[in-house]
């Protein structure tokens, strides 16, 4: 089991910054895949950036790429999505996910809420 505890969301203007972190904690965590998703209101969960187990990043490179930077502290058992130049159409709740195997993300956390104003 992994538990996901996010944290970091809030309300800025555009073209400000936010940091967002998530903790992990229940198995070992440099042998699992970290990633952000976000619920945008009125569409469908998406995913913004990933961190393997082997250390590549990707992004979803039409919304994001650019502007946010997922990192890894294998310290801390977290990760973070540093966003940058934000825009309102950012707004939404941001997920922290985790996987295991190849596959979908099994391990959700509950979700960040981003608020950007023009």
């Known amino acids: 089991q992994v538990q996901l505890v996010e944290s970091g969301g809030g309300s800025v203007q555009a073209g400000a910054s936010l940091r967002l972190s998530c903790a992990a904690s229940g198995r070992t965590f440099v042998n699992i895949d970290m990633a952000w998703f976000r619920q945008i209101m009125g569409k469908e969960r998406e995913f913004v950036a990933a961190?393997?187990?082997?250390?590549?990043?990707?992004y979803n490179d039409d919304s994001v790429k650019g502007r946010f930077t997922i990192s890894k502290d294998n310290a801390r058992n977290t990760v973070h999505l540093q966003m940058n130049n934000l825009k309102p159409e950012d707004t939404g709740v941001y997920y922290c996910a985790a996987r295991t195997n190849v596959g979908p993300y099994n391990y959700w956390g509950q979700g960040t809420q981003v608020n950007v104003s023009p």
């Open positions: 961190f393997s187990w082997s250390g590549s990043t990707t």
